[in-house]
Structure formats: C-alpha cells, structure tokens
C-alpha cells in the first residue's frame, strides 16, 4: 500500500534480502508488483474465491503485521492459525466452484 510508505520495490528488496542472493530477479519483480493484488483477489474478494476473515483494526481496516525480513507491516493473519483459515476457506472456495470437482 503506497500510502502506508509500502511499494513494490520495498517488497522486491526484502525478498531479494530473504532470499540471500538466490532469487531470480524477474521472478522478484513479479511477485512484488503483481502478487499484493494477487492476494486481494483470491484471498479477500469472496466467490468465487476465498473471502478470508482476516484480523481487522477497529476501523475496520486489514491489521498488517510486521514480519522477519519485512521492512514495512504487509503480513494478513488470523489470530495465530492463519495458515489454517487461508487452508479451510481456500478448499470451500474450491469446492463451491462449477468447474472445479475433488475426487
């Protein structure tokens, strides 16, 4: 979120530093500018895909969290089982859509 002081690039240098020079640079790139809206859109949007119930500040707003290698607070969770909800809601989201079938 530029607004916050976050950008792309902010994004690509700290994979780039949690990757300690084994990131591939054009794969970086493309993570740090596609992938916030990537997440938005699987994640947070509802169906067809998983409208994750992430943990909100007071107003309402995503409460991001500042995490490892991250110079700017850009972490969704979910108490402390986020992998848990992103896996439940991600399989109904699945499960619930017509083109897509378990077996």
């Known amino acids: ?3 916050s002081g ?7 240098d700290d994979i780039h530093r949690a990757g ?3 990131c591939v640079d054009e794969a970086v790139r493309k993570v740090a500018e596609e992938g916030p809206d990537r997440v938005r859109q699987l ?6 895909f998983a409208d994750v119930p992430f943990d909100k ?3 309402g707003e995503l409460s991001l969290c500042l995490e490892a290698s991250h110079a700017a607070p850009r972490i969704l969770h979910y108490a402390d089982h986020t992998g848990m909800i992103i896996t439940q809601h991600i399989t109904q989201a699945a499960a619930n859509h017509p083109l897509i079938t378990f077996q």
Not at 6 to 12: E, G, N, P
Not at 43 to 48: A, D, K, Q, S, T
């Open 1 to 3: 979120d530029p607004s």
């Open 6 to 12: 976050d950008s792309a690039d902010s994004l690509a």
């Open 20 to 22: 300690a020079g084994l």
């Open 43 to 48: 994640l947070l949007n509802g169906r067809p």
């Open 57 to 59: 500040r007071p107003d």
